[in-house]
């Protein structure tokens, strides 16, 4: 089945730590997104990649960083510098950036 | 400044009672309108794409509509599984897509 999958879907960490998402499509998508989702607002776009090993800053880059090594996986690291991490993490991906998204199932962090 | 805005914030429904959602967009340079769906704790479901006033697409019991300056998403006679929140997203001259806050929506039986 083609479709985008992340992992895990719920995580914890202690402030102060580093923490990796993982991102993975088999759909053949040059475009990969991240989005992160908080009650009663829009998605906000984190980071964006429209080519392997080329990405560029969404609306609220800071405290996060991303890596595109190969076209099907676009992992998200949220470092100890982002203020409130807590939050519905999502991964996107589109055909190129002039057609439609498809979303992963999401990761839920947590941070304490 | 380019945004989204949705209406109404939640909408409860009878089942079969028809009703429509509300996407207002900023007017200059869309390149394209996009609506998905979201169940609760999942990823965003993609419905449909509009690129010009007057266009329509239709799925099952959900039509989507464009106008210069919005778009609504109609729902027919819905029954309790269409109960979700509805977003809408606008790509302007840019990559990037700008989401609303979303509807929130509730059929009951």
């Known amino acids: 089945d083609g479709g985008i999958t992340q992992s895990p879907k719920y995580l914890f960490r202690k402030e102060g730590q580093n923490v990796t998402l993982s991102c993975e499509q088999n759909l053949n998508h040059d475009a990969m997104y991240w989005y992160r989702q908080d009650p009663g607002q829009g998605l906000r776009l984190i980071y964006y990649s429209q080519i392997v090993n080329d990405f560029q800053k969404g609306d609220i880059a800071e405290g996060y960083s991303v890596s595109r090594e190969k076209k099907e996986s676009f992992p998200l690291t949220v470092t100890s510098a982002q203020k409130n991490p807590t939050a519905f993490y999502l991964c996107?991906?589109?055909?190129?950036?002039?057609?439609?998204?498809?979303f992963g199932p999401g990761t839920r962090l947590t941070v304490t | 400044e380019d945004q989204v805005t949705q209406s109404p914030e939640a909408l409860r429904l009878q089942e079969g009672e028809s009703s429509s959602l509300n996407c207002s967009y900023t007017?200059?340079?869309?390149?394209?309108l996009f609506w998905y769906r979201q169940d609760p704790g999942k990823g965003p479901e993609f419905l449909f794409t509009?690129?010009?006033a007057g266009e329509e697409k239709e799925k099952e019991r959900l039509k989507a509509t464009l106008t210069k300056k919005e778009s609504f998403l109609h729902i027919t006679a819905p029954k309790p599984e269409d109960s979700a929140t509805y977003l809408c997203?606008?790509?302007?001259?840019?990559?990037?897509?700008?989401f609303g806050t979303g509807t929130r929506l509730q059929v009951f039986p």
């Open positions: 007017v200059s340079g869309l390149r394209g």
């Open positions: 509009l690129y010009s």
């Open positions: 996107a991906s589109s055909r190129d950036s002039n057609y439609e998204q498809y």
């Open positions: 997203a606008a790509q302007y001259n840019t990559d990037k897509l700008i």
